[in-house]
Nanobody
Framework: QVQLVESGGGSVQSGGSLRLSCKTS????????MGWFRQAPGKEREGVAV?????TTDYADSVKGRFTISKAQNTLYLEMNSLTAEDNAMYYC?????????????????????WGKGTLVTISS
């Protein structure tokens, strides 16, 4: 069972920044397809960013230029800048050991096999 533990959520003013962290094992971070997804109240879950085993990334159009996904040691990160009310959501870390490369990047629109419990991001105006 892949364990993923998110942290770093909180309340921030519009225009502000947050960095989310997802702790797991170093093996998973280095070898698995990993990503961040979010779900706002009353809306379906959506992909935010994915990172394949080689470090190639893809982002949802709504966050391109504002969010950055990265990894180091046993942690996956999501740096979020210029936050707006549209970014209000529960953010989930996810991993998929079964896909690589371009198949991993496609997971942005399809979800992954393993999920954390989420961390809440609230944007105030």
């Amino acid at each position: 069972q892949v364990q993923l533990v998110e942290s770093g959520g909180g309340s921030v003013q519009s225009g502000g920044s947050l960095r989310l962290s997802c702790k797991t094992s170093k093996y998973y971070v280095n070898n698995y397809c990993m990503g961040w997804f979010r779900q706002a109240p009353g809306k379906e879950r959506e992909g935010v960013a994915v990172l394949d085993e080689d470090g190639t990334t893809d982002y949802a159009d709504s966050v391109k230029g504002r969010f950055t996904i990265s990894k180091a040691q046993n942690t996956l990160y999501l740096e979020m800048n210029s936050l707006t009310a549209e970014d209000n959501a529960m953010y989930y870390c996810a991993a998929d050991p079964r896909v690589y490369g371009s198949m991993c990047l496609r997971k942005l629109n399809h979800g992954m096999d393993y999920w954390g419990k989420g961390t809440l991001v609230t944007i105030s105006s």
